[in-house]
């Protein structure tokens, strides 16, 4: 191996953070989380980790890994991981135990990869460039893991699994050896598809009704991180410009967002790629069309989706476009509720060609210019395949007893962050 | 990444000047990159839009900046009649920072040009001080304490303690130990460093350190909760951290605590008391770091407290007396572009150790604060 052939990357380790305030965090307590779905992945980050992080810029940081370095080819790359890591069962964290969960999750994305594990280093060997490895490493997907009896989640994160039932509880418990120091919370549990409100944090999703919250309760809510659109792979070529020109966007956000939401008019939202503006549709006089009836399904079990469905088919009309909206799959358009993973625009915009089944289009993305995203964002819009609606944000109710809320939610993942959370007794 | 001064006022003049300079440097890169695609010289017409929260003073500056590079180019403004070009020009921002984007039409052409700046972080003004602040130290990873030490000033890190030496009026890097603590270090980090009798101790919860200045400068650590002074100059406080958290305990009070001063306790129940748990009346607004000083106007000790909350943002240290039981303070309070993360006494008579997170630049910035007799 030359190493004096590699490009250095990184080599640093992460500071520890400190998130001391004027009045300094408690240590102890339970927290209750009540959430409206019934998956864990929102909290999955709080018990795994991965190689490298993300920062709220969705510049890369270290994480697992302190350091690496790659070819010029970006096929070879070598990881080195942070010392004095344990899993939960105690198992330290080295090259023989990170690899395993590692190579799956890689294989899966890229196919064939060779890793050769030797103390704490990983060397990863592709057959093709990985050039994106880096931003691809820091999603939970790629969280280093081990599978302890009858399959619970060993990861080296700050809680450990206590109870774990799937769809409906999970509890956690600090973990005492975590090597970021162990978290303010004695434990913390979730229950899933609840939709209650007793929980000192809870999520508020969207519906058609307005919610009278328990008193004292504030509500956070992040920047807008989902995309509601219309895609379709078979309409009328002469249809679509003419769809979208008919669609008002102020009533979806105003009534139905309760103006929470930003009316999206590209792919990505203002505040992560700074141009949306750009795609401001031009005014002009909609068309009048004479169409056959097109189905318009949107996510079944979805009343937020199907009263944005129904505003949509409304607005048609005016383009002499009827949309039928049905919850059944299949319909010539389709509503799509597409959720960003990360703060990195160029990351996010290969996913989305990805989705639109035009993945050629990001091959030219280069996430330090934003010409460059412009470009292909701009090329996945003409290709008249989706219209954007509406962005939302997430939105928790977080009762007075819990500190450090806003601040722990700064990251580049966007999942429940409550590592630094600490809570009254 | 060193200073080391007289004592300042938070806020220097120079900064304002530092970021005007930036975007004049920002509005001849976008000129260049405007003009780069354009075939030949001609009149121009400018619209320009802020999408941001830069004033509007900053950015007329910046339209007339970029007017003039454009004009240096061969590209002329042009407010009437028919322009070759027209150009519209958006200050937006995005999650990396700032950036302008411009819009070139020609004709039938049509070019986005864009230019993504992360300009330099506005040091605030900040208003008139009482208490003295003497910058030391900045960096970009935690400084938990400072100590001076046989004319060497050790700053102590979650991974390490530096030395440096006074050089030409500069504190200059003379060395490195490595620390490896028994247990990893809590989350919200505390530390201590005083003078030992082979140079220096350091104490972090779980873990106390013996280390040496000469003839190697080195580090050596054991598991476990030693006793220390938390005043250095004051003997009647012995105390030991807590294993795997970010509290004292000590014979001298009842409940556990995170910091004291002038025998009164900033407690893990999150209020101001003393030995035995009785609350101090009109600390309300305290925080939990707070430490001891002389005082510079009479007899005995004063204190000096952080403010009181979760802020991220902002923090502010203000001096106090405790006259029979009642609150009285004794300084403006100093507003401090970030919270404290760590107020120490100093081994210096009059001198306290000041840490806070600068939420702008997100560096660690440590002082030495004095506190003089108002005129």
């Known amino acids: ?425 | 990444m060193l200073r080391v001064g007289l004592a300042l006022l938070f806020g220097m003049l120079t900064a304002a000047r530092a970021h005007a300079q930036s975007m004049g440097e920002a509005a001849g890169q976008l000129a260049a990159r405007i003009s780069s695609p354009l075939q030949r010289h001609g009149t121009v017409s400018l619209e320009f839009q802020n999408l941001t929260a830069v004033g509007p003073a900053e950015s007329s500056s910046f339209r007339a900046a970029l007017q003039e590079e454009l004009r240096k180019l061969g590209l002329e403004p042009t407010g009437a009649g028919q322009p070759e070009i027209r150009l519209r020009v958006t200050l937006s921002e995005n999650v990396r920072g700032l950036l302008f984007v411009a819009e070139v039409t020609s004709g039938e052409n049509r070019q986005v040009v864009m230019l993504p700046w992360n300009r330099p972080p506005p040091t605030e003004a900040k208003p008139r001080v009482k208490i003295t602040i003497e910058p030391v130290l900045e960096q970009s990873e935690a400084m938990l304490d400072l100590l001076l030490v046989d004319s060497q000033l050790l700053a102590l890190s979650p991974s390490k303690v530096s030395s440096y030496k006074m050089t030409g009026g500069k504190w200059m890097p003379s060395g490195i130990a490595g620390v490896s603590w028994a247990r990893p270090l809590p989350r919200d980090q505390h530390a201590r460093m005083e003078i030992g009798p082979t140079g220096f101790r350091v104490f972090v919860p779980g873990t106390s350190c013996s280390g040496m200045l000469e003839p190697e400068f080195k580090i050596t650590c054991e598991p476990g909760n030693e006793n220390w002074l938390f005043n250095p100059r004051d003997p009647l406080l012995a105390v030991r951290w807590v294993t795997d958290q970010n509290l004292l305990e000590s014979e001298s009070a009842k409940v556990p605590f995170y910091a004291a001063a002038t025998g009164w306790f900033a407690t893990s129940e999150g209020r101001i008391a003393d030995r035995t748990g009785a609350p101090l009346a009109g600390s309300d607004g305290w925080g939990s770091e707070i430490s001891s000083v002389e005082n510079p106007c009479g007899s005995g000790w004063m204190a000096l407290v952080s403010a009181a909350g979760d802020g991220q943002d902002h923090d502010q240290i203000q001096a106090y007396e405790v006259v029979d039981g009642q609150v009285v303070a004794v300084s403006d309070a100093i507003s401090l572009p970030g919270p404290v993360t760590a107020l120490w006494p100093a081994e210096t008579r009059g001198q306290t150790t000041l840490v806070i997170r600068n939420s702008k630049t997100g560096n660690y910035e440590a002082s030495r604060l004095g506190v003089a007799c108002a005129e």
């Open chain 1, 1 to 425: 191996m030359r190493l004096h052939a590699w490009a250095w990357l990184a080599l640093s380790s992460l500071p520890l953070l400190s998130v001391a305030g004027a009045t300094l965090p408690r240590y102890g307590g339970a927290l209750t989380v009540d959430l409206s779905q019934d998956s864990s992945e929102p909290v999955v980050p709080l018990i795994t980790e991965t190689l490298v992080r993300l920062n709220e810029k969705g510049e890369v940081e270290p994480g697992l890994a302190v350091a690496w370095q790659r070819d010029a080819d970006r096929k070879r790359w070598r990881f080195s991981l942070r010392p004095k890591v344990v899993f939960h069962d105690g198992e330290p964290l080295n090259g023989g135990t990170a690899a395993p969960s590692l190579g799956a999750a890689l294989r899966k994305k890229y196919g064939e990869v060779n890793i050769t594990a030797g103390g704490q280093a990983l060397v990863l060997q592709f057959d093709r460039a990985a050039p994106d490895l880096l931003t691809e490493l820091a999603n939970s997907r790629m969280a280093i893991v081990r599978s302890g009896e009858k399959g619970a989640l060993i990861g080296t994160g700050p809680f450990r699994v206590a109870v774990w039932e799937p769809g409906r509880k999970l509890a956690l418990a600090a973990f005492e050896g975590y090597w970021g120091g162990r978290p303010f919370l004695d434990s913390v549990t979730v229950n899933l598809g609840t939709g209650r409100e007793t929980g000192d944090v809870f999520d508020i999703p969207f519906s058609q009704t307005r919610r009278v919250l328990p008193e004292r309760i504030r509500i956070w809510s992040s920047p807008v991180r989902e995309l509601i659109a219309l895609v379709s792979e078979s309409v009328q070529p002469e249809v679509w410009p003419a769809l979208a020109l008919a669609i008002d966007r102020a009533p979806i956000v105003n009534v139905l967002t309760q103006r929470r939401g930003e009316a999206a008019l590209g792919l990505l939202p203002q505040w992560l790629n700074g141009y949306a503006f750009l795609f401001a549709p031009r005014k002009g006089t909609v068309s009048q069309l004479r169409t056959a009836p097109l189905t318009l399904s949107y996510p079944a079990n979805d009343g937020f989706a199907r009263a944005v469905a129904e505003r949509v088919a409304l607005n048609a009309r005016d383009a002499g476009i009827v949309l039928q909206p049905t919850p059944n799959p299949g319909g010539a358009v389709r509503m799509v509720r597409w959720a960003l993973e990360s703060p990195d625009a160029a990351a996010e915009l290969s996913r989305l060609a990805g989705l639109l089944g035009a993945p050629e289009r990001a091959n030219s993305l280069n996430s330090a210019k934003p010409e460059t995203w412009y470009e292909a964002e701009r090329a996945l819009l003409d290709a008249h395949r989706i219209i954007p609606l509406v962005y939302l944000p997430e939105v928790y109710g977080v009762a007075p007893r819990v500190h450090n809320w806003e601040a722990a939610q700064k990251s580049g993942e966007f999942t429940l962050h409550l590592e630094n959370v600490w809570v009254d007794p």
